[in-house]
């Protein structure tokens, strides 16, 4: 069987480490915001070359933390993409805002500075763009609309650990940003994890405030907030497959190339890349009329595909009342072409090749 993403493979590579972390962490009992939590908001700030990194209990509270420190509440709109997991907007739900769902690029499948531009209102406060799959959104044009309009940029950065624009990467151009340690994730953990990063130090204070019961100073407390704290054993995880991000991402992209250059003469659309931003492939993501026979195929030979996502958010039962009448003819047309094949740090080679091998006995 091959699945979407070997983690037992990459656990063995780094078990010493992350079972000797474990056995000191069960040592010294300090579970909730101990030294590990500490140690890596320090190193996941450098990596990403931000002022404050915040680590939080999932990627869905990372950007609902993002958002209340931003400000957004109530009456405000955010204008964002519908072809995401669906935690993106349920997060711009929490704090009473109303999502704005924009259409996508067809070869990005990332929201575009024009339909942003298109849907800002006076009651617009935020943008909040989605890395999907580990490719940049268009970050400088999409914070020069911001600047100009007084926006907040909030980025999702779920899928996008390690991924730049010119160099700097995402997670560090707008006010705050929301990262997932869900454990499939570029960087992931043994169960849920988020982190917020920012590089101003009084959104850093409120998120630090919200995801600790509202508290700076023990059993003191000055706003409503919230149990969403790093665990300390996930920290552990997260500190060694930190220290090796590069390498993984390294190998998704090779994993990524080979795939694409082995299916260039196949009758599908394989991932763009517009050479500015660097992709870290979350996920590799193909465009295909066959799509039901491709994956049917790799099914009969034991090799997992997925389709992300199947449902655009404003065609989902939760959006389908406030969202009735909108059209996004791109997000709706890529939905019923796409689909992901297996890719992750440990992909070999031969492994790529086996898989299109199968895509090419159906397609040629
Ligand atoms: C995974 C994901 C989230 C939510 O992260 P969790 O850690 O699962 O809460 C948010 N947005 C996107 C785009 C995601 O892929």
Known sequence: ????????????????????????????????LGPNVQAFEKEAADYLG?????????????????LLAAGIGPGDEVITTAFTFIATAEA?????????????????FNITPE??????????????????????????AIKAICDKHGLKLIEDCAQSFGATVNNQQTGSFGVAAGFSFFPSKNLGCFGDGGLVTTNDDETAAKI??????????????????YNSRLDELQAVVLRAKLKRIDQYNAARRHAAHLYSNLMADLPLTTPYEDGVGVHVYHQYTLLCDRRDEVMKALQ???????VYYPVPLHRQNVFKDECAG??????????????????????????????VDVIRGVLQ
């Open 208 to 225: 630090k405030q919200f995801r600790n019961h509202g508290s700076d100073v023990r059993y003191y407390h000055d706003v409503v907030g």
């Open 1 to 32: 069987m091959i699945p979407m993403v070997n983690l037992k493979a990459q656990y063995a590579e780094i078990q010493d480490e992350i079972v000797s972390g474990f056995s000191e962490t069960l040592e010294t009992c300090a579970f909730i």
């Open 50 to 66: 931000v002022k404050h990194a915040i680590g939080c209990a999932s990627g869905t509270d990372a950007l609902h933390l993002a």
């Open 92 to 108: 711009i739900k929490y704090v009473g805002a109303t999502p704005v769902f924009v259409d996508i690029d067809p070869g990005t």
């Open 300 to 306: 009969d030979r034991q090799i997992a595909s997925a």
């Open 115 to 140: 339909n942003i531009l298109k849907a800002v209102t006076p009651n617009t406060k935020a943008v909040m763009p989605v890395h999907l799959f580990g490719q940049p959104a268009d970050l400088p």
């Open 326 to 355: 909108l059209s996004l003819p791109v997000t709706e047309a890529v939905a019923e072409r796409c689909f992901s094949l297996p890719i992750c740090s440990n992909l070999s080679d031969d492994t790529v090749r086996q898989v």
